[in-house]
């Protein structure tokens, strides 16, 4: 059975919240994306903030996020999914992490 590829196309200012049980990246945050880069970022609980402080500027794009998934699809993980909810939001999971992205919002320039 095969995996769909992703479709989504990423606009170029966005907001997002971002729960990830990453090790390096573990906490809650809402970022901010300008010109397809993370531009802002703020911890929204202690992990959160603690992860920033020790690893400032790490909080993916959600594009970066579903490079990661295909990634680990290529190199045949041995668990990689995404689910799409139906009000957009998505949750991406692999087989290391698991990356909840919620109150997606487009940002105006």
Known sequence: MGQSEITWEEPASYAYTLTSS???LHGTF???VRDGKAAKALGLDDNGRQALQQVPGQVPTIGELLERLEQARRDKADTTEAEYAGDGDENTIDDEALYVISAYEPVGS
């Open 22 to 24: 990453e090790p390096a």
């Open 30 to 32: 809402r970022a901010t």
